[in-house]
């Protein structure tokens, strides 16, 4: 999987890589992360990428021609038809076929989808993306409307520039890359996981709840010394009942669920069993 990020600050991400799976799976060939300097797009002598906004107001607004130049350089031309002109074509995916297949365009802004677990397993499936950060007020519409296939959030905050949400997108996707992390199950079973029934028939057979985090956050996770500071592991888990141990950790993840992101809740896959488990967790507190 190839990663390009236009910016203007390409030295952020040299240092970013260059560790733990990110930089194995750079170093195995599996994923390909290249930063492309936008002013080197520029052709004046001072290397403009920015001027004041139509209308007034604050700040300074990415100017689209070096932006465009960039795209252009990887291969991306603007779109016959742009959603802001044609009203029935939306960023989301309406004009996704004038890309080539595996092929997404997304610009890193406040104002776009929120970027989930969900949304990192969708990218994970593309073979190339490309990504565009603001810096100032943001980047002129025209951008967006033009080449973007979508408009990417981490969260509800403003940061000064899409470099950082760009390294956030990149270590989220490329991790779900196959081959990236050792055992393809893992990504499964952390919090988020893919509700079981997005998990896929390989896994008929197991009890349900016991693959995959089905949609909720992880369980705690202990390791040695069983005693730290006077705090003992819980005793379930060195009792070697692995019925017991799984009941245990999915009565944890769906506490730990209900205390900090009830939301999750509503749209999980839930079993017989854990309906059970909310009922009693729900009654003790
Ligand atoms: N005027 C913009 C607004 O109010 O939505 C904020 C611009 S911000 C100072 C500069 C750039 O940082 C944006 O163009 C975008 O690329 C990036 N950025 C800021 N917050 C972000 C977020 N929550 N997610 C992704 N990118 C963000």
Not at 26 to 47: M, N, P
Request: a neutral charge; aromatic letters at 6%; charged letters at 30%.
């Amino acid at each position: 999987m190839r990663f390009d990020v236009i910016t203007i600050f390409p030295d952020f991400f040299a240092g970013v890589f260059e560790h733990g799976i990110v930089r194995r799976a750079r170093s195995e060939g599996l994923v390909t992360i290249e930063a492309q300097d936008l002013r080197a797009f520029t052709r004046d002598k001072h290397r403009t990428v920015d001027d004041r906004p139509f209308g007034g107001g604050e700040g300074m607004v990415l100017k689209p021609e070096p932006l465009a130049r960039a795209l252009a350089s990887l291969g991306i031309e603007p779109r016959t038809s742009s959603p802001a002109l044609a009203p029935t074509a939306r960023k989301d995916g309406a004009c996704k076929a004038e890309r080539p297949e595996g092929l997404s365009v997304i610009l890193l802004s406040a104002q776009g989808r929120p970027f989930t677990q969900a949304v990192a397993r969708e990218l994970a499936c593309l073979e190339r993306i490309v990504l565009l950060c603001g810096r100032y007020e943001g980047v002129d519409e025209r951008i967006s409307d033009l080449y973007c296939d979508m408009e990417l959030s981490i969260g509800d905050y403003v940061l000064s520039g899409g470099e950082l949400a760009a390294a956030v997108v990149i270590d989220a996707v490329m991790r779900l890359v196959p081959g990236v992390l050792g055992n393809e199950a893992s990504s499964e079973f952390e919090s988020f996981g893919a509700p079981d029934a997005e998990i896929g028939a390989n896994r008929k057979g197991l009890p349900r709840s016991q693959h995959g985090a089905g949609g909720l956050l992880d369980y705690p996770h202990y390791t040695r010394p069983a005693e730290f500071e006077g705090l003992r592991v819980p005793e379930v888990l060195l009792n070697g009942d692995h019925r017991q141990i799984r009941r245990w950790r999915r009565e944890q993840q769906l506490r730990k669920t209900l205390l900090n992101r009830p939301d999750l809740l509503e749209r999980a896959v839930l079993s017989a069993e854990d309906r059970e488990l909310l009922r009693t967790i729900r009654a003790r507190q």
